[in-house]
Every structure is written in structure tokens, then in C-alpha cells.
């Protein structure tokens, strides 16, 4: 089979993309596949189109050339709010509207279900109701977003996009501007909700050992192009990390998952080589 076909298995594919924003091409040619029931990492240095290839497999962007498939479907081609129902997104920045209360902004997560005839149900209640103990902050329904701390606002946020139900979740950096504890609390909120929900979810990620640490799947880019992918183990070498980030290195075994774990080796410090400067202080 060509790898330019999507195979069974897999719930998202990107086949040929050429994308662009007005005259500069961010990404040509490229081709991806996600495999259905695992947690996908996409990592690669600043600019090298992470974020654009996740608009694109979201439909937030249409490629000018090539096809996005969900589920074997043009993406393109299947109603919005059908979309909605199967296809999660958490953008970068995610701005709740002023005085919003937490019960509020994870019901509308329930927004594709809702129609003329069917408005807001005991079922939704159930549901949303769910997706807040599920992510811890039941106990925030009738405060203000705006109230939270950053790591409770991202758990919200999670809530919001899990109402939905979709099979498939993408999380655009939901990591940034957290520190470290709350980083691993929401990426293990998110290696737990896909077990225990059997969901796909693809995240854009910058913290290369984090990524690797919860990754099932990684993609590794580079310039617009796929330079590695495939499970962490199999193909992180410290060549890999060298090229894509220009970070020579030490790949070592994580004690706690032994998995790859990146250990930056230490830079020479730099030597000065000019003139010895002329001391001109006063005698």
C-alpha cells in the first residue's frame, strides 16, 4: 500500500498539503498520519509549522493544495457542526468571554448538539457535569474563569472541549505558561481521559522530554517537513535531536518510564580572542 493512502487504523490523515499563509508557504508535500486510540505529539523548533499542520487537520485553515481525512472523510466536505460532534480543537489562546462562570463555558461544549428542536437536555447537564469531575473543577462551576489560576483555566478549558464527546481531540500547546507541575497534571489528565474514553488526541507540544514521556506516537518536524515519526523509543536518538534543534545531546533511559530521556550536553564556554582592553582608570 502506497504511504500516500490512508490506512485502516488511523482516525486523521494529511495527504500531499501545501499550506500557506497569503504569499509564504509554511508547509508543501507533506503527508501525515495519526493512528487512531493514541496520544500524538508534534514537536519541532519555533516556526517550523506545528501549529499551522494542526489548523490544517482541524479545518481551521484549507490547504491550497492536498486533502485532510477524519475517519477516512474530506474533512472539508462534511457539515461544520457534523464535524463538531466528532473533531475536538483547543487553540493556543483561548480567551473566555469577561465574568463567564466555569459551569457556563464547559456547557458550551454542547453547542454541535444543539438544534432547533432539541435545545439544552438532562443529557447535556450529565455530560458536562462529567467532563468537569473528570478534569477537577466540579468544584468551580459557579466561579469566574477569570478567577482561576492558570493550571484550574486549562483544566476548564479541557472540560469545555471533553462536553464535546468528539473521538478525536487536538491540544494547540496546552502546556505554555504553565510551570512544571502543571504541565504534567494536564498532560497526565490527558493520557487518563483517552484511556479511559478511547479517544485520539494530538498535541502540539514545545517540552521535548514531556513530549516524549507521554507520547504513544511523535512527529517530529522541521522546516515545514516531517523529519522523524513513529513510537518515542524507536526513534529518538540524540542525530535526530542534533539536526531538528541543533541541540547536541545525550539520550539516556528515564528512570520512571525508560523511555528516551534528552540530556543537553554542556557548551564550551566561550573564549575571548581580541586585544587585551587598555586600562584608562584614573593613576
Given at each position: 500500500m502506497s504511504d500516500d493512502l490512508p490506512r485502516p487504523g488511523h482516525a486523521l490523515v494529511g495527504q500531499g498539503l501545501r499550506l500557506c499563509y497569503d504569499d509564504a508557504v509554511v508547509a508543501d508535500d507533506l503527508h501525515v498520519q495519526v493512528p487512531r486510540g493514541a496520544l500524538t505529539m508534534i514537536v519541532g523548533p519555533n516556526g517550523c509549522g506545528k501549529s499551522t499542520l494542526l489548523k490544517a487537520l482541524a479545518?481551521?485553515?484549507?490547504?491550497?493544495?492536498?486533502?485532510?481525512?477524519?475517519?477516512?472523510?474530506?474533512?472539508?466536505?462534511?457539515?461544520?457542526?457534523?464535524?463538531?460532534?466528532?473533531?475536538?480543537?483547543?487553540?493556543?489562546?483561548?480567551?473566555?468571554?469577561?465574568g463567564?462562570?466555569?459551569?457556563?463555558?464547559?456547557?458550551?461544549?454542547?453547542?454541535?448538539?444543539?438544534?432547533?428542536?432539541?435545545?439544552?437536555?438532562?443529557?447535556?447537564?450529565?455530560i458536562v457535569n462529567e467532563a468537569m469531575a473528570a478534569t477537577g473543577v466540579a468544584q468551580f462551576a459557579?466561579?469566574?474563569?477569570?478567577?482561576?489560576?492558570?493550571?484550574?483555566?486549562?483544566?476548564?478549558?479541557?472540560?469545555?472541549v471533553l462536553?464535546?464527546?468528539?473521538?478525536t481531540l487536538l491540544l494547540d500547546e496546552p502546556t505554555t505558561y504553565l510551570d512544571l507541575a502543571h504541565q504534567i497534571d494536564v498532560l497526565e489528565l490527558c493520557a487518563s481521559v483517552m484511556a479511559e474514553r478511547d479517544m485520539t488526541i494530538v498535541v502540539v507540544i514545545h517540552e521535548l522530554n514531556l513530549a516524549v514521556r507521554y507520547a504513544d506516537h511523535l512527529i517530529v518536524m522541521k522546516a515545514g517537513a516531517v523529519q522523524a515519526v513513529g513510537a518515542p523509543e524507536e526513534i529518538v536518538t540524540a542525530?535526530?535531536?542534533?539536526?531538528?534543534?541543533?541541540?547536541?545531546?545525550?539520550?539516556?533511559?528515564?528512570?520512571?518510564?525508560?523511555?528516551?530521556l534528552i540530556v543537553p550536553r554542556r557548551r564550551a564556554p566561550a573564549r575571548h580572542t581580541g586585544p587585551t582592553p587598555v586600562d584608562r582608570s584614573p593613576a
Open positions: 479545518r481551521m485553515m484549507r490547504p491550497e493544495r492536498g486533502t485532510v481525512l477524519l475517519d477516512g472523510e474530506d474533512i472539508h466536505r462534511a457539515p461544520t457542526k457534523a464535524i463538531a460532534r466528532r473533531l475536538g480543537l483547543l487553540p493556543q489562546t483561548s480567551v473566555a468571554p469577561d463567564i462562570t466555569v459551569g457556563d463555558l464547559v456547557s458550551r461544549g454542547r453547542f454541535p448538539y444543539q438544534r432547533l428542536l432539541r435545545q439544552w437536555s438532562r443529557d447535556d447537564e450529565v459557579r466561579r469566574a474563569v477569570d478567577e482561576l489560576s492558570g493550571g484550574e483555566r486549562q483544566r476548564v478549558w479541557l472540560a469545555m462536553a464535546q464527546q468528539t473521538q542525530e535526530l535531536i542534533e539536526d531538528t534543534f541543533g541541540l547536541p545531546c545525550r539520550i539516556i533511559p528515564d528512570p520512571e518510564t525508560g523511555k528516551p
